[in-house]
């Protein structure tokens, strides 16, 4: 696709149930980050991939969170027993490799009840 | 530790004003700097990257690493440059941005 594209583009779910958010990156691209955009934290990094190294998992918040990239491409951002702090607009980003300029989603808002 | 500070969360400018967005960062090592902009309902881009040296739809930025400052200035502030904008960090060889809290513009004719 011409860009990075992100779904579901909303998600409403209760307070405790588990979330998966999916990252289709920019055809090519070898990195993938996801980022967080709540009101009260700002923008926040949560994980990084890089072709096939170890995923950089240091801005996960907690045991919760997870993530994977199949075969390279498509990503899926995991949250389990989802809190009301985890209410947030959650954005992927890909770059040709790490040293290239992001290119971000229109990311997913999700709402916790 | 690394840090990125943009002060201001509000910038309110009259068009053909001057606007200068303010972004200070702390980082021991080289760091590198972008300025990335949402506009109302679009997705976030980037604007700018120090490397580049390069004038975006009029504005500019500066690495100053004496004053650890990467302000974003534009000589006369349009409409359209009303939008949310965020300086960020990338440290050393790693692609993870660190992002400064964000400046919301706003231009009135």
């Known amino acids: 696709g011409a860009g990075v594209s992100q779904s579901p583009s909303n998600k409403v779910t209760e307070k405790g149930k588990d979330v998966e958010l999916r990252c289709d990156p920019i055809s090519g691209h070898t990195a993938l980050y996801w980022y967080r955009q709540s009101l009260g934290q700002g923008l926040e990094f949560l994980i990084y991939?890089?072709?096939?190294?170890?995923?950089?998992k240091s801005g996960l918040p907690s045991d919760r969170f997870s993530a994977e990239r199949t075969g390279g491409s498509v990503s899926t951002l995991t949250i389990q027993r989802t809190q009301q702090e985890d209410s947030a607009v959650y954005l992927c980003?890909?770059?040709?490799?790490?040293?290239?300029?992001?290119?971000f989603g229109d990311g997913t808002r999700l709402s916790i009840l | 530790a690394q840090r990125v500070t943009q002060p201001e969360k509000l910038l309110s400018v009259f068009k053909g004003a001057p606007v200068e967005l303010k972004c200070n960062y702390s980082?021991?090592?080289?760091?590198?700097l972008f300025w990335y902009v949402q506009y109302s309902r679009q997705r976030l881009q980037l604007l700018l990257r120090h490397i580049s040296r390069e004038s975006i739809k009029g504005f500019t930025a500066d690495l100053n690493k004496g004053e650890t400052s990467f302000h974003l200035k534009k000589p006369f502030a349009q409409e359209e440059d009303s939008a949310m904008y965020y300086c960020?960090?990338?440290?050393?060889?790693?692609?993870?941005?660190?992002f400064g809290a964000g400046t919301q513009v706003v231009v009135t004719p």
């Open positions: 980003a890909s770059s040709f490799d790490g040293n290239q300029p992001q290119h």
């Open positions: 960020a960090l990338k440290s050393g060889g790693w692609g993870k941005l660190q």
């Open positions: 991939f890089q072709g096939n190294s170890a995923p950089d």
């Open positions: 980082y021991s090592g080289s760091p590198e």
